[in-house]
């Protein structure tokens, strides 16, 4: 029910912002760190830290190796975590809130505060964020003096915090973006194909149904006309059966002379003659 005084509340909810949390639910899904449709289409990332190099996609371990895409492990001590509660309603414009915490908390300049942040937790009205925080120039100095890498975009950054990858925002992970959303188009491309192609069968059926249909109809039409000059035919040959019948009640009761003179004149010879004859029914 509305509540009163608050006619854009329904059940709790601002209904101005349904839009915004619907945009949300798809972004999540289909970009999110934890969405299950990057965990199949996301690229390889071959991490590599001080001690060893290892693959993973959408931030878990992969068996493949080789991978196009790159990244760089931070180090714990250039990276400052925090983990954040936000309410629920806060996952529309998350990106928002965490930019103005970032702003609040960051002991670094604005032009030199990186971050990156993943959701850990979801509930019905809680979202557990972990937010970094990092220097930029302290990262671009660690990646010149460890790995020789001066450009930003040659690598991604990560960090690791409460024993989740993060990824840093503003280096690297550009080219792994295009080549997951570039998935996401083809993926999308071969769906509506195949949309398309259930769509062209169920018409082409629908064609031949109503083809059918119309061939029943036609054939229903034929039918009936056919019946209608059977109907005919009968009721010609009820009216001619009528009509022998009655010829044949006349001619029981008055038979043809012509037989009975045909008989006399086999009975008589030629030197005979008839004066007078009369016939009255059989007699």
């Given at each position: 029910m509305l509540q009163g005084g608050q006619n854009w509340e329904l059940f709790g909810y601002d209904m101005r912002k349904v839009g915004r949390h619907w945009l949300a639910a798809w972004r999540d899904?289909?970009?999110?760190?934890?969405?299950?449709?990057?965990?199949?289409?996301?690229?390889?990332?071959?991490?590599?830290?001080?001690?060893?190099?290892?693959?993973?996609?959408?931030?878990?371990p992969s068996r493949e190796t080789g991978a196009a895409c790159k990244a760089i492990l931070l180090p714990d001590e250039l990276v400052l975590a925090r983990t954040l509660s936000l309410p629920l309603a806060a996952e529309g414009s998350l990106?928002?809130?965490?930019?103005?915490?970032?702003?609040?908390n960051s002991p670094f300049a604005p032009d030199d505060t990186g971050h990156g942040w993943r959701i850990l937790?979801?509930?019905?009205?809680?979202?557990q964020v972990q937010l970094v925080i990092v220097s930029l120039?302290?990262?671009?100095?660690?990646?010149?003096?460890?790995?020789?890498?001066?450009?930003?975009r040659a690598r991604e950054v990560w960090a690791r915090s409460s024993g989740e990858l993060v990824v840093i925002?503003?280096?690297?992970?550009?080219?792994r973006e295009q080549r997951y959303r570039k998935r996401l188009l083809r993926c999308a491309a071969m769906l509506a194909g195949a949309?398309?192609?259930?769509?062209?069968?169920?018409a082409v059926a629908a064609g031949f149904k109503g083809a059918e249909a119309a061939r029943v109809a036609a054939m229903a039409e034929r039918v009936q006309a056919e019946a209608a000059n059977a109907s005919r035919l009968r009721s010609s040959?009820?009216?001619?059966?009528?009509?022998?019948?009655a010829v044949n009640q006349v001619t029981a009761a008055y038979p043809n002379p012509h037989r009975e003179l045909a008989r006399l004149t086999r009975l008589l010879?030629?030197?005979?003659?008839?004066?007078?004859?009369?016939?009255?029914?059989?007699?």
């Open positions: 899904l289909l970009l999110g760190h934890d969405s299950p449709v990057r965990a199949r289409l996301d690229e390889v990332v071959a991490l590599r830290s001080e001690d060893d190099e290892r693959c993973y996609q959408a931030g878990q990106q928002q809130v965490l930019a103005l915490e970032v702003n609040a937790d979801r509930s019905d009205s809680q979202l120039s302290a990262v671009m100095t660690y990646l010149g003096q460890h790995y020789d890498i001066h450009d930003p925002q503003g280096f690297g992970e550009q080219l949309a398309l192609l259930v769509l062209a069968g169920f040959l009820s009216r001619a059966n009528e009509t022998i019948a010879d030629d030197t005979a003659s008839v004066e007078r004859f009369s016939m009255k029914g059989l007699e």
